[in-house]
């Protein structure tokens, strides 16, 4: 993958957390704990339970970085596509890619089979049809569980993304938007599609 493939990077987020991001930015698991910041989770447990020891090249704990999606139309949103009227996708700049310290997960970050690579350089060795396929699914459960794991490519920033690299959020019908609209300024999207709703 190349710069010029991507035209923005996703957080899968909460309705209900939208307001604090738009004050403080998006934090990162450790910065929300250290500032106790009340947010609501849209992380499946057993997966932040594979994510909490983690910790990437560097010596960095995976929970000191925000993580981003290349996709968000991905196992992860699969799992959660029940809640479509409680999340949104928040669009943020690819000039995140650019900010010190990032990092490029070239799939799940949780998985042991992902690599680590320095941003932006390390979108060379993100698989551009696997991430934006349709599917990942797959007779052969090796290729499958393959496919899910880079369908989940994610951009890692340490520690908050700031709320000026936010500018748009994508929802699921105008009733979601409607809810969203009442404290978000940016444009908003209604992309069924996305959240596996059509």
């Not at 996709?71 to 669009?91: D, F, G, W």
């Not at 992902?114 to 052969?140: C, Q, R």
Request: one cysteine or more.
């Amino acid at each position: 993958m190349n710069l010029s493939d991507l035209e923005e990077l996703h957080y899968i987020t909460p309705i209900a957390n939208v307001e604090s991001i738009i004050a403080l930015g998006i934090l990162s698991n450790r910065e929300i704990r250290r500032r106790k910041v009340k947010e609501v989770s849209v992380a499946a447990e057993e997966i932040q339970e594979r994510r909490a020891p983690k910790v990437l090249p560097g010596g960095k704990p995976l929970h000191e970085y925000v993580n981003l999606y290349i996709c968000a139309r991905n196992p992860m949103m699969y799992r959660r596509r029940s809640k479509h009227l409680e999340i949104c996708v928040l669009r943020l700049s690819t000039n995140v890619l650019n900010l010190p310290n990032v990092v490029i997960a070239d799939g799940n970050a949780a998985s042991d089979y992902t690599a680590f690579w320095s941003s932006p350089s390390g979108l060379a060795k993100i698989d551009k049809e696997t991430v934006f396929a349709e599917f990942w699914t797959d007779p052969d459960p090796i290729v499958r569980l393959h496919n899910t794991r880079v369908k989940c490519a994610e951009v890692l920033v340490p520690d908050r993304v700031k709320p000026d690299l936010l500018f748009g959020a994508y929802v699921s019908s105008p009733e979601v938007e409607a809810t969203l609209s009442q404290g978000f300024s940016s444009p908003i999207i209604v992309d069924s599609h996305l959240f596996f709703r059509g």
